[in-house]
């Protein structure tokens, strides 16, 4: 479909419903070696089918993706949409762990299922888009196609990342007059990076804490269940606080892995800062051409008069003409390409603003809640302990 023909409010999600409505483990035997691996079941479900029809797509699309898709799918967006804050792809293996003593399982089944929704959360980021939602391939990655993309295109990613490195070095060490608009967006990525980093990082060190100084009521449970046993006038009451206690030790992990999924949405702004990263890359590739361009068309000024000066033949007068022409449509195609980039970059970064702002408060809202009703049980609990002391005659 036509950018220039779709309303900027015209999304994929406002006509589809997008899922992943499981995580499959699977196994690939080859001669002695076995191999597991995660596929992930996506639904696409679309409203109406008179909208489907128009679209020529599916009213119900399910496709069958392996994480190494996911990645070529965020390739794909990332080389066609230079201008665009690519939604970022959740963590492969776990980071930020709080419990230092445990190893990062990809196969782990809370793991895997955190993982899936936010994969699902990356798919519904780009459907929520008006341009990415409605791109050929990512259409045909939510469909049965198996060839949905070339296989080629993760090879072309690496060698423009390459590339790209090597150009936005250039810019850095020769760049001049840059847009202080990109360095802005520079220095608060890199300011909202180690904001996150900061706290994922005391969150991890506070929730092992927490797990180790809860887990010391699993002893005390035990002290009070035996103390029960030795006398039969005070036995009951304790065996109740000692079942109090096993109920704070018994809780601690389930509460830490709903606080995990809470820490997920901000490891996925902290990815966001590298997409923002990248887009400050992209538009200093584009300004250091630029400016090598006018560098050119100045030297080729010096070189005219020159030539002027001492002489030209008709021949190499018309060679030379045609050059200059061609020469000023390149640099009047990338100056248009660079005020086109820049123009669509900065709109996008509005718009991640936005977004940015109400999801950060919605975590915030969301950890505060679970903050509060956590430490509510756990009074509780601590009631019931005393009640259970002070029965004790």
């Known amino acids: 479909m036509d950018n220039s023909t779709k309303s900027k409010t015209d999304t994929l999600i406002e006509h589809a419903n997008i899922s992943i409505t499981e995580a499959d483990k699977r196994m690939n035997s080859t001669l002695s070696l076995k191999e597991y691996y995660t596929v992930y079941i996506i639904e696409t479900k ?25 990645v070529m799918l965020h390739n794909h967006l990332g080389d066609k949409y230079p201008w665009v804050v690519i939604p970022p792809l959740p963590e492969k293996k776990q980071t930020y762990m709080w419990n230092s003593e445990a190893v990062s399982d990809t196969m782990d089944p809370d793991f895997v299922d955190r993982r899936r929704a936010g994969l699902e959360s990356f798919l519904r980021r780009i459907a929520s888009h008006c341009e990415l939602g409605y791109d050929e391939y990512f259409l045909k990655f939510l469909g049965e196609c198996d060839n949905w993309i070339d296989s080629t295109k993760p090879l072309n990613s690496i060698l423009k990342d390459t590339e790209l490195t090597i150009k936005t070095m250039n810019a850095s060490m020769r760049g001049r007059n840059s847009d202080k608009r990109f360095e802005a967006i520079k220095t608060y990525s890199n300011k909202l990076q180690g904001s996150i980093n900061k706290i994922l990082t005391y969150r991890a060190k506070q929730a092992e804490r927490l797990y180790n100084v ?13 103390l029960s046993a030795v006398d039969n006038d005070i036995g009951d009451a304790v065996q109740r606080t000692g079942h ?105 970064y509005k718009e991640f603003e936005r977004t940015k702002d109400s999801d950060l408060m919605k975590i915030l809202k969301d950890y505060v809640v679970f903050q509060t009703k956590y430490a509510q049980k756990g009074l509780q609990t601590w009631k019931n302990i005393l009640h259970s002391i002070q029965s004790i005659e």
């Open 214 to 226: 809860d887990m010391l009521h699993l002893h005390y449970g035990r002290i009070f269940s035996e």
């Open 244 to 348: 109090y206690m096993d109920s704070i030790s018994s809780a601690i992990s389930p509460a830490l892995e709903d606080e995990e999924i809470i820490m997920d949405q901000l490891k996925e702004y902290l990815a966001f800062t590298n997409s923002l990263h990248t887009i400050v890359k992209n538009h200093d590739s584009l300004h250091y051409n630029l400016n090598q361009l006018n560098n050119m068309s100045n030297n080729k000024e010096t070189t005219g008069v020159m030539s002027r000066l001492f002489g030209y033949t008709s021949s190499a007068v018309e060679r030379d003409a045609a050059a200059v022409e061609a020469f000023e449509n390149k640099k009047i195609e990338s100056q248009a390409s660079y005020c086109e980039f820049v123009d669509k970059s900065l709109e996008n």
């Open 46 to 70: 679309i409203d109406s089918e008179t909208w489907a029809e128009l679209k020529n797509i599916q009213k119900l699309l399910l496709a069958t993706r392996r994480y190494t898709d996911f």
